[in-house]
């Protein structure tokens, strides 16, 4: 069985790395863009 994943930018990539890597949450209005990566904290800014 394979595992397919979702295609994803390399400034998003980047960003949740070092989100993760800092132990800091990433606020964006795109919070699905990053839902499903391990161990990222993602915060809606929207209200």
């Not at 795109?30 to 990222?40: F, I, K």
Request: hydrophobic share 35%.
């Amino acid at each position: 069985m394979c595992r397919q994943g979702r295609p994803r930018g390399a400034h998003d990539l980047i960003i949740a790395a070092t989100a993760k890597a800092t132990q800091r949450e990433i606020v964006s209005a795109d919070s699905t863009a990053y839902r499903d990566l391990p161990g990222v904290v993602v915060r809606s800014h929207r209200c």
